[in-house]
T-cell receptor, first 111, second 115 residues
Framework: GDSVTQTEGQVALSEEDFLTIHCNYS??????LFWYVQYPGEGPQLLFR?????EKGSSRGFEATYDKGTTSFHLRKASVQESDSAVYYC??????????FGKGTQLIIQP | GGIITQTPKFLIGQEGQKLTLKCQQN?????MYWYRQDSGKGLRLIYY???????QKGDLSEGYDASREKKSSFSLTVTSAQKNEMAVFLC??????????????FGEGSRLIVV
């Protein structure tokens, strides 16, 4: 079945550092890829999505590019802020009424 | 805008007890979901429903029942609570059809505590 593998556990950075959270997927077809963010005490919310090879999704300074060749959708941000501290989930959908999520990556930004 | 309301926010029960979580949405969305969130394991789908009275099993449905009483509400029952089921349960909704083009909206979660 479909699966998503992302950077495990926690990523700890200082403000203004460059962020990369890796996401690789396995799917039989041509999925749509998503990044969701979950702040403390809240439910996950959509950051952005991409549905075609080489399409770039972006929001709030975060971006990721759909790469069908390497089956990847890595999340990047050039300069993180303390307010970016959250859990980030990579997910995919192959058009059915459901998403498959990765295990989540906790981002901790130290001031 | 709309909102998803999950009740209760904390549910404390005893081992072996049947416990029910409720979810209401006012987006007028067709599809609703229940996910379980465990630290280090991500979000795993328990049940979803694409319309009133419809139920579809997810990857983690064993030990749970669900009911879509009406379009706006979706409840989840833990049939016999166990201590290894302590987790956060997240309800979500989306417009029916191709989820690829539709956003999933989540509630704030309900934490299950089994004593």
């Amino acid at each position: 079945g479909d699966s998503v593998t992302q950077t495990e556990g926690q990523v700890a950075l200082s403000e203004e550092d460059f962020l990369t959270i890796h996401c690789n997927y396995s799917a039989s077809g041509y999925p749509t890829l998503f990044w969701y963010v979950q702040y403390p005490g809240e439910g996950p919310q959509l950051l952005f999505r991409a549905s075609r090879d080489k399409e770039k999704g972006s929001s709030r300074g975060f971006e990721a590019t759909y790469d069908k060749g390497t089956t990847s959708f890595h999340l990047r941000k050039a300069s993180v802020q303390e307010s970016d501290s959250a859990v980030y989930y990579c997910a995919l959908s192959e058009g059915a009424d459901r998403l498959t999520f990765g295990k989540g990556t906790q981002l901790i930004i130290q001031p | 805008g709309g909102i998803i309301t999950q009740t209760p926010k904390f549910l404390i029960g005893q081992e072996g007890q049947k416990l029910t979580l409720k979810c209401q949405q006012n987006f007028n969305h067709d599809t609703m979901y229940w996910y379980r969130q465990d630290s280090g394991k991500g979000l795993r789908l328990i049940y979803y429903s694409i319309t009133e009275n419809d139920l579809q099993k997810g990857d983690l449905s064993e030990g749970y029942d669900a009911s879509r009483e009406k379009k706006s509400s979706f409840s989840l029952t833990v049939t016999s609570a166990q201590k290894n089921e302590m987790a956060v349960f997240l309800c979500a909704s989306s417009i029916a059809g191709q989820i690829s083009g539709n956003t999933l909206y989540f509630g704030e979660g309900s934490r299950l505590i089994v004593v």
